[in-house]
């Protein structure tokens, strides 16, 4: 990890709102992080980190990458690399408060909702997903494209079990 003084020198690709810096700012090539006063630049080896653009950060500081398909977790400065399940762009993301990140995918081929634990990434349900939210319950919420009808619908997952809720709105 290399870190610096330095203010964003590409175009911005991404901003996430921080607590240990008031906000976090990504290019291609480098992550930014604003203290209110200093910009603080961090870089990492191409060959643990292609891309800086994180598709999340969740509540506890966890930046989340798409990489070659592989999910990468930059926690603390070190990344992990988590090869299990391919994932790739368009992705969304939504964490709920035991930790859990649920993501979306609109890939044609790998269209879904997985969710990651912090130790691996498991695929919830087929389909490409446009959006995803978790609610104060812990209710995973999604729209999805049925395959069949080629319509975006209203999803939800409570515990396994996912139902369709796009008539009740």
């Known amino acids: 990890i290399h870190h610096e003084r330095q203010t964003p020198q590409y175009d911005i690709t991404a901003i996430f709102p921080g607590t240990e810096y008031k906000i976090w700012v990504s290019t291609e090539k480098t992550l930014h992080a604003f203290d209110g006063t200093y910009w603080k630049k961090f870089t990492y080896e191409d060959k643990s980190l292609r891309d800086h653009t994180p598709f999340f950060r969740d509540d506890i500081g ?3 990458f798409a990489d070659g398909g592989d999910l990468l977790v930059l926690k603390n400065g070190e990344i992990t690399r988590f090869s299990d399940m391919k994932i790739y762009y ?5 964490s709920d408060k035991k930790g859990t990140v649920y993501m979306g995918l609109y890939d044609i081929n790998t269209g879904g909702v997985y969710s ?7 695929k919830l349900r087929a389909g490409r997903t446009r959006s995803i ?3 104060s319950s812990g209710r ?5 494209r049925d395959s ?4 975006m619908e209203l999803m939800a ?13």
């Open 140 to 144: 995973v919420w999604a729209t999805m």
């Open 62 to 64: 966890r930046f989340f």
């Open 133 to 135: 939210a978790v609610d």
């Open 148 to 151: 069949e009808t080629d319509s």
């Open 157 to 169: 997952m409570e515990g396994d079990e996912w139902s369709k809720w796009t008539d009740d709105i």
């Open 90 to 94: 368009p992705i969304i993301a939504a």
């Open 116 to 122: 990651f634990d912090g130790v691996s990434v498991k």
